[in-house]
């Protein structure tokens, strides 16, 4: 009976190929949003103050339906530990700690500290294998794990341009026009390299304006790098479904897997 409980539990709570695992999801994104928004407006002092005897209870009743489902999670994997250090694991705690802690250990700070639960959005990612989201979520996170050492060479490669651009620009222009140290340079490389301009410095001679003009160039072949990496690693990804490994919880298998990738436990055991 209670193995059979778990095995349900786990099915409903960890899966989405299922009525009731669909349901469940569609129910945890909406409290999730609800969650976040409820942040927001208590973030706002005109709404703290007129709608605070709503905003309380609604979080403590938020935060007692995440309790008992990070309960749950534990109680339905094979190994609970495995969970709990895992990224979601962390984040599910995370998220569950400040509405504890601004009542019990820290109530002079309770205000800042609840807003550290607007980290429970990080959660809508494990939801986002529900539906037609499920293959393109797998996908993407496949094609982004293939790429992840490309991605850091290319970032590094980004970081070297930008120090030697920042490095060359604090040479050529005047302290006077904020370029006062080589990290401020590297900052001012990196904005514009980006493209994102911000404009608070900017070289005032020709020569560093003729430098900018090759690292705003730059920028737009930096953009398209990292696209086309990930594009080719999506086109070469696999199908996947939204079963999740009983014993280590593990993501990501093949429509056709009978057992855990990386563990070997069986996926749907017999009843």
Partial sequence: MIKHFKKKTHEIIFEADTFLGK???????????LSVGAV??????????????????????????????????????????KYIFSFYGIIDLVSLL??????????DSMATIK????????????ILKLFRYVKEANTLKQA?????????????????????????????????????SIPRSIYWAIVTLTTVGYGDISP?????????????ILGYAIIAVPTGMISVKLAMAEKMNTQSCPSCSLEGHENNAKH?????????PEE
């Fill in 115 to 126: 807003t550290i639960r607007t980290i429970r959005l990080l959660r809508i990612f494990r």
């Fill in 23 to 33: 349901l469940f999801d569609i129910v945890l994104l909406i409290l999730i949003l």
């Fill in 204 to 216: 005032q001679t020709g020569l560093g304006q003729f430098f900018a003009s090759i690292i705003m």
């Fill in 144 to 180: 982004l794990v293939a790429s992840k050492q490309r991605i850091v060479v290319f970032l590094l490669a980004v970081l070297a341009i930008a120090t030697i651009m920042g490095t060359i620009i604090y040479i050529i222009e005047d302290p006077k026009d904020g370029f006062t």
């Fill in 260 to 268: 855990c990738k990386h563990c070997g436990t069986e996926l749907n």
């Fill in 40 to 81: 927001m407006l208590d973030s706002v002092e005109y709404y703290r103050d007129q709608y605070h005897h709503i905003l309380v209870p609604f979080e403590w009743t938020i935060t007692a339906f995440f309790s008992l489902e990070y309960i749950l999670r534990i109680v339905s994997v094979k190994k609970p530990l």
């Fill in 98 to 107: 400040p509405t504890y802690l601004g009542i019990f250990m820290f109530p």
